[in-house]
């Protein structure tokens, strides 16, 4: 072991797990925490366990110096990737401390436990502010080995959305374990962005409500997927995938053999063919239903504290490439919704009038804005009772990820993630983003928001949707020119219709 390595073990406590010895990677009292870096969550999913339940990690028989894998692994690239990071205070271990899990987004296809798109997603800035908390990101499958699916598929013994079952059984290891690194297991906030967002309502949808809570609070920021529907497309793509790999007919013992590199290379090639998107698909298992769905019908089981946010143009502001006519845009969505009824589809189109808008193009942009994204937030809302809070971020441009460096912002990023860009931070407004770190970390600590830092320059108090039985929705603006409380109705004609997935 190295000297520095040695002065980070004399500064942090090692971590004696019942199958593993774990060494901090980084950290001393002048950083304010410690790192532990790669902690293996899950047994290797390759061979057998490839399309299977996540597993538990076997013994090992070496001590674990974060050197199992590099930094910035991810699922993205490589196979073995089920990893955990866990980051705590300095000199904290002998408390139970609350627990913030981070959930990166990348549309179930990239991004990993350290970074999501441009930004750095690690913890340093939020140790700047307070020392009271934990903080626990880790992989999940992506792609082809976390989304397959179709009826073949499954009749050969596949799991379906695998990347789901690994979120599940990230928060079980959590809670079998965080207690060794100083954490409370019964204030796990989870945290999650686009993908991540909607893998933790999965989680709280998880077979139609009928199953444990995963973790006691949740801070949902603009939770997105693309749904698709309909065994025959899923049953399409597997098998032309399995051909493309050389497993004419779709086997799944043969698949299990192909390698990672060539698989990935048949998953995309089919891609690009079909059209077909890699995205969570309702199995009548894990997803019983769409979450939107779910949460319209009651089938849940979360009872906790939850914030839920999205922006002012998810992807409202950018027009679909190729569309130019309705019947185009009928044609594409048909591909997208095998089974809409015409009806129905008439009736989503009634809902966004083509005068409304410059082109078909960007009328296709707010339907799938709608559909990915903002719909969601009424059907969580609503099944809490509207005893949640709610906020939208206009921060220019208010586009998908606008707030995430500012969640992410440290006034000097300290480069303890070997390996990952620091994120861009010349643009971001201070002030502001420390006030949204504010509000996050005072939720992750004490389930409010607001309790935390209440004479902050510029922190306002945050209501929940409808506190004090307002008629009137209300969420908080986060925007750089100062932090607003304004009306927000979340009950509109297309979130509604959206929440019902009639195109299922």
């Not at 390759?46 to 590099?70: S, V, Y």
């Not at 908390?133 to 989304?147: A, C, P, Q």
């Not at 290379?265 to 089919?270: E, F, K, L, V």
């Amino acid at each position: 072991m190295s000297l520095w390595a040695l002065a980070i073990h004399a500064s942090c406590p090692t971590i004696l797990l019942d199958y593993s010895t774990i060494f901090p990677s980084a950290g001393n009292g002048s950083l304010g925490f410690c790192k532990y870096q790669n902690i293996r969550y899950a047994a290797i999913p390759t061979g057998p366990l490839r399309w299977a339940k996540p597993q538990w990690p076997l013994t090992e028989h070496q001590t674990n110096i974060g050197n199992l894998a590099q930094p910035n692994v991810s699922c993205a690239t490589t196979e073995d990737c089920l990893f955990m990071d866990i980051w705590i205070p300095y000199n904290r271990t002998g408390n139970q401390l609350a627990v913030m899990v981070w959930q990166y987004g990348g549309g179930f296809n990239i991004g990993s436990k350290t970074q999501q798109a441009a930004t750095q997603t690690t913890p340093e800035g939020l140790f700047d502010l307070s020392s009271d908390f934990i903080f626990v990101s880790f992989n999940y499958r992506l792609g082809i080995t976390g989304l397959a699916t179709g009826p073949s598929f499954n009749h050969q013994g596949g799991i379906s959305n695998a990347a789901l079952w690994d979120t599940a059984h990230g928060f079980r290891w959590i809670q079998r374990y965080i207690h060794a690194f100083g954490g409370d297991g019964t204030r796990v906030t989870a945290v999650g962005h686009s993908a991540g967002a909607s893998s933790l309502l999965f989680a709280i949808t998880r077979f139609a409500g009928h199953a444990e809570q995963l973790f006691s609070r949740a801070f949902i920021q603009s939770p997105g997927y693309f749904a698709g529907a309909g065994h025959w497309s899923a049953e399409r793509f597997w098998l032309n995938v399995s051909a493309a790999a050389g497993c004419p007919g779709g086997s799944i013992e043969c698949m299990r053999g192909v390698s990672f590199s060539m698989l990935n290379r048949a998953a995309s090639t089919s891609t690009r063919a079909s059209g077909y998107v890699l995205q969570p698909k309702v199995d009548g298992n894990f997803a019983a239903d769409t979450y939107e769905a779910q949460f319209y019908q009651g089938n849940f089981n979360f009872s906790g504290e939850l914030v839920i946010t999205h922006h002012q143009h998810e992807g409202n502001s950018v027009p679909y490439q190729g569309i130019t006519r309705e019947s185009e845009f009928r044609e594409y969505l048909r591909g997208v919704f095998p089974c809409m009824a015409e009806e129905a589809m008439d009736e989503m189109f009634s809902l966004y009038p083509v005068e409304q808008y410059e082109s078909q193009a960007l009328r296709l942009s707010d339907i799938a804005q709608s559909i990915e994204m903002t719909a969601r937030n009424l059907a969580v809302t609503h099944a809490l009772g509207n005893n949640t809070w709610n906020a939208q971020v206009i921060i220019p441009p208010a586009t998908h990820q606008t707030d995430q460096p500012y969640y992410w912002y440290a006034p000097e990023k300290l480069s303890v993630v070997q390996g990952v860009a620091p994120s861009p931070q010349e643009d971001i407004h201070v002030p502001t983003a420390i006030l949204m770190q504010k509000y996050l970390l005072s939720f992750v600590i004490t389930g409010d928001p607001n309790k935390l830092w209440p004479e902050a320059k510029g922190k306002i108090y945050w209501p929940k949707y409808k506190e004090g039985n307002q008629p009137q929705g209300r969420a908080m603006i986060f925007n750089t020119t100062g932090l607003t409380i304004g009306p927000y109705d979340l009950s509109n004609e297309r979130s509604v219709f959206w929440n019902k997935a009639l195109w299922y």
